[in-house]
């Protein structure tokens, strides 16, 4: 059991390998800049709106969360979505200066 769990996070992780790929190439066809945000990059924990760190979120039972600082209500995968965003801007802002 513990083999195919491995087995399938191989192949998963080899899929993922292989569409990042895809991307990076295709940016450079187009003249794009293709900017990859870290692995373990806490998107899902970090709130949007003020950049509250809630490690209560680590969980992923946790599918909603209001931040105890701003008060705004999160999604996880949306808030996740929108500081990979707002990280991938930061990152291309720094290659700019």
Not at 38 to 58: A, L
Not at 66 to 72: D, L, N, R
Request: aromatic letters at 12%; a positive charge; proline letters at 2%.
């Amino acid at each position: 059991m513990l083999e195919e769990k491995r087995l399938s996070k191989f192949l998963s992780d080899v899929s993922l390998s292989k569409i990042c790929s895809l991307l990076e190439y295709k940016a450079s066809y187009y003249g794009k800049r293709y900017i990859k945000i870290d692995t373990y990059y806490p998107s899902s924990q970090e709130c949007s709106c003020c950049g509250y760190k809630n490690e209560k979120v680590k969980d992923l039972s946790v599918r909603n969360w209001i931040c105890p600082e701003c008060g705004s209500c999160h999604d996880r995968d949306i808030n996740a979505s929108q500081n990979i965003l707002f990280e991938g801007i930061k990152r291309y802002m720094k290659e700019l200066i």
